[in-house]
């Protein structure tokens, strides 16, 4: 598998994508993942931005609505094309453009103060090439921060167990090592079933810890920080189906800083 699959998958899933997103169907993203990681992040006010895999833009959009000044990359010409009409519709200031984290040649060396990517990572073909161009891309002292499934839970066929309450009592998962990419197909769990639209159907790469963490140490990061967010009490009340996530993390947080010579 390989990016031309990954990028048919999301220009497929683009317009539906966008519409359920919008309309706040993607709870584990509003409720948990974003609590998160804009708190782990920081504030980027003022700072240039590069949002690696952003999809139809709608962090890329908080992003800037918070200070700071973007620019979104996607594989997926459709999610850019609609990146692009919000950004028509009500202006931020976003640059969007169509390209791989993996080759982002049409920017210029040390061009970016920051670069943050939300649970992309894990769909990109070539990751340790996308480390190496958000090294090339930061400016000495640059941040990085992006959150991805984690790699040590979250298998498309990992199974919860529940007692006879329906209580989570664990996870169980299948063999971590030697993982292949495979493609999978899903749609919002919060989405009304009459909701229109086919489930997506997507490329996602299993990676394992060491390969995350590696190619940051390799190419010039020093890594700073990493979460593994617990959703809130209020967040599990307002989707029960996050109280798992209590006992087992969906999301890891990584935060690394170029260094400065």
Known sequence: MNDDQVRRGWD???GSWARMVRAGYDTYRLLYNNPAFFEFVGDLEGQLVLDAGCGEGY???LFAQAGARMVGVDLAPQMIGEARAEEEREPLGIRYEVASVSDL???SDASF?????TMALMDCDDYEGAVREFSRVLRPGGLLAFNIC???FIFS??????????RVLGLR?????DRKPQ????????APPEEPGEPFNVVYFYRTLCEYLNPLCENGFRLERVLEPRPSEEACQSDPRLRKHQLIPQTLCIRARRHAT
């Open 12 to 14: 497929e899933a683009a």
């Open 157 to 166: 066929d990992s199974q919860w167990e529940y007692d006879q309450q329906g």
């Open 183 to 190: 493609g999978i197909s899903w749609r919002f769990g919060a």
């Open 105 to 107: 040649r049409m920017f």
């Open 173 to 177: 998962i299948p063999p971590y090592f």
């Open 150 to 152: 984690h790699p040590c």
């Open 113 to 117: 103060d920051a670069v943050v990517s």
């Open 59 to 61: 962090n890329t959009r």
